[in-house]
């Protein structure tokens, strides 16, 4: 699915599985190719076809919207709509949390559960959907600083969790970063256990004072960055559909503990992060989906200078077996690129739904990134949030 709408309340569904969406009522549209997302609402000329229609076109993806021009057009129209209301929306930022327990890890949800798009490997599977919706409720009933609930993964589960895992782990020690490999050792992954949340939990807290945070689906950048602020990583739970399991369209539990985990275990990775989350507390929309694209670059898939080599460290490469021998020997002939992380540069467009990643921010070290990213926020940052305690730490721009 190249769109998404979510939000919808006040709705009522059609015989045909649609959701009706009277004209007024606000709409958020996920565009999950550059995982942006926009404020939408269906104006009085809409007429419930049309609506149906913006629907199909939503979950249609882009190989569809090319070959439809009237489809295109139709899209157009409501995507004028979503950046005039994008732009009413920069002048509400929300109340900046306090504490942890001011961040939702179920309200704003952009894909979850059952809910899942056209082309995921799991849209026909009914039993996966279940499963899924089952996981995502146990995420949303879980409170911070409470056990994080475990989950009775099955044998195919597990399969696949350790075919990703024996996978991956003969990369490492060619294509991961140092900090990575020495992290990795502090959690005797195995393939045939899937860790659950709170044990890694609890092995973060030990070292770098960090904690994870159940989650139901992907989160809005806001809450989730939010999250990084606290020290909390916001993690799914559910596991990739069987089918592919070198592949998913979104993060799951193989994705969060192989590509994230490990990295949160080292202080200086885990200080970079801490600032993005600083600077995203209070900050304007604009704002956030910088933070958002400076996050994508570096804790999805950023790389870093070791001697002459360049090794990853980014979440999005440690957890693809694809992504990570793309960045090192290319793809059909083709070398991505690597550029120097500036973040006060414009950032290109986030994508995975467009084959491997065709630029690479090359970091010369952490210590080096977090203070290029620290030089950024402080030039956004709320001056409420100087003043903030985070757990005892006081913020340290
Ligand atoms: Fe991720």
Request: hydrophobic letters at 35%; glycine letters at 6%; aromatic letters at 10%.
């Amino acid at each position: 699915m190249a769109m998404e709408l979510s939000c919808l309340s006040h709705t009522t569904t059609s015989a045909n599985g649609y959701r009706i969406v009277p004209p007024g009522v606000p709409l958020r549209v996920h565009n999950r190719l550059s995982n942006t997302v926009c404020l939408a609402e269906v104006s009085k000329r809409h007429t419930k076809s049309e609506i149906f229609h913006a629907k199909e076109i939503c979950s249609s993806g882009r190989t569809k919207l090319k070959h439809s021009s009237q489809s295109r057009k139709r899209f157009n129209k409501i995507h004028a709509i979503s950046a005039e209301k994008e732009k009413q929306a920069d002048t509400s930022v929300p109340p900046i949390p306090k504490s942890i327990h001011d961040i939702s890890n179920g309200d704003h949800i952009l894909g979850f559960g059952a809910d899942l798009s056209e082309d995921h490997p799991g849209y026909y599977d009914n039993e996966y959907k279940k499963r899924r919706s089952y996981i995502a409720d146990l995420a949303k009933i879980h409170k911070p600083g409470e056990p994080i609930p475990c989950v009775d993964y099955s044998a195919e589960e597990i399969r696949v969790w350790g075919l990703v895992l024996d996978t991956l782990v003969d990369l490492y020690p060619t294509h991961a970063c140092k900090e990575y490999i020495d992290s990795y050792k502090l959690f005797n992954f195995k393939p045939n256990h899937i860790p659950q949340l709170q044990e890694l939990s609890e092995v973060l807290e030990q070292t770098t004072g960090w904690h994870i945070r159940p989650v139901a689906g992907l989160l809005h950048p806001r809450d989730f960055l939010n999250g990084l602020a606290f020290r909390t990583f916001h993690s799914t739970q559910y596991v990739r559909h069987g089918s592919n399991p070198m592949y998913t369209p979104e993060p799951d539990i193989c994705h969060e503990v192989l590509g994230h985990v490990p990295m949160l275990a080292d202080p200086e990775f885990a200080d970079l992060a801490w600032v993005i989350g600083q600077a995203s507390l209070g900050a304007s929309e604009k704002d956030i989906w910088h933070l958002t694209k400076l996050y994508w670059y570096t804790v999805e898939f950023g790389t870093v200078k070791e001697g002459s080599e360049i090794r990853a460290f980014g979440a999005g490469l440690l957890s693809s077996i694809g992504e990570l021998k793309h960045m090192r020997e290319g793809t059909d002939g083709v070398m991505p690129e690597f550029v120097e992380l500036d973040p006060f540069k414009k950032m290109p467009k986030m994508s995975y739904k467009d084959g491997y990643q065709k630029k690479y921010f090359l970091c010369e070290s952490f210590a080096d990134a977090a203070a290029k990213l620290r030089s950024y926020s402080r030039s956004i940052l709320k001056p409420e949030v100087m003043s903030m305690n985070f757990g005892g730490t006081p913020i340290q721009l």
